[in-house]
Every structure is written in C-alpha cells, then in structure tokens.
C-alpha cells in the first residue's frame, strides 16, 4: 500500500463520509453548477479571472465592446457575449474590471437589467466610483445602483492583477455558498 493510498484508507476510517472530501481527494468529479462569470472590458485582471473561474467550475466569459479589444481577445482564446442577456437568470456573477471606460454605464445598466445574480466593479472604496453617477445619469434607479459590489473581493491586500483575481474569485465562491469570506468559519 502506498503512502497515498494508506492516508486515504485512514482518512476513510476516522471520519463520517464527506462527499467534498472525495473531490479534495480526486475520488470524485465536483458537483456542476450552471454558474457563469462575466468579465466585462479585456484587461489583465479580466485575463486571470477568466482563467480562474474555468478552474473554479464556472463558464468563462468576456464582454468587451471595443471591437479591436474584442478580436484580440478572442485571438487570445477568450469566449466573449455581447451581453448578459446571453445567460439565463440568475446564474451570472459579472465583474466589471476597469471603472475608467465610457462604456461604463452601459455595460453595469445592461448587467443589472439582465438580473445578474451578483454585480460587482473594481475601485478604491475610499472614493466615491465613477458607476454611481454614470448609472443616475442613465436614469438607474439608487436601489439599483446599490447592488454593484464595490469593493469587490476579499480583503487581502491584493495589488498585482493576478491577486486581485484571486481575491475577487474567493469573494464569489464565499458568496455563492453563503459564506462571509475571510478566516471566519
């Protein structure tokens, strides 16, 4: 017996059966949800997110509406929607990666609209983002405006874009399960 396979026989001995154990372990296959996340505008976050969610079991998607953006994008292997009414009801976490673009309004009315099950934008949550007053001005109503996430994330001091990434992933997951996120259990 293997040292591997004598931790697992052990493991199976002490404890009750845990399912999520079995896919900890790479006995079983992760339960399939229909979990979307949605990146909109290609920037270096938006790349490790993608990347990410597909590890995380989500479906990986961009929306980018500058064209050129866009075709690079898709060059580079990203699947991109031209909106969030591409996915059903509910089932999309949509990160807005870049607060500085002119799309802006539009793309968080459209995601709210769409009844996207979490809606978030990256920003310094000591100012004030620019989302809000983009949204007012597109006549979005402030219950509205007050779902957009912001900050996003756990708070881990992330700077780099692949830790802002990881953080932003772990933030969904903890919300997708119910959980506050953190080391609290």
């Known amino acids: 017996m293997t040292m591997a396979e004598a931790h697992t026989h ?3 001995h002490d404890h009750e059966h845990d399912p999520n154990c079995d896919v900890a372990h790479g006995r079983a296959e992760p339960v399939v949800e229909d979990k979307v996340l949605v990146a909109v505008f290609a920037t270096p976050v ?3 997110l993608l ?3 597909g590890d995380a079991g989500y479906r990986a998607v961009l929306i980018e509406p500058d064209p050129e953006r866009a075709a690079a994008a898709k060059a580079d292997g990203s699947e991109l929607a031209d909106s969030i009414d591409a996915f059903a009801p509910g089932t999309a976490d949509v990160v807005v990666t870049d607060h500085h673009r002119d799309e802006l309004g539009p793309q968080l ?3 709210l609209a769409g009844k996207a099950r979490w809606v978030g934008i990256m920003g310094n949550p000591r100012h004030e983002g620019p989302h809000v007053q983009a949204l007012a001005e597109l006549g979005v109503p402030a219950e509205e405006i ?3 996430h912001r900050p996003i994330g756990l ?3 992330s700077r780099a874009p692949a830790e802002i990434a990881i953080a932003t992933m772990a933030g969904l997951i903890a919300d997708r399960n119910g959980k506050p996120g953190g080391f609290a259990f």
């Open 155 to 157: 708070n881990i001091g």
């Open 109 to 111: 009315r459209d995601a």
């Open 146 to 148: 007050a779902r957009v």
């Open 51 to 53: 990347r990410y969610a």
């Open 10 to 12: 052990e493991h199976e």
């Open 46 to 48: 938006a790349g490790f």
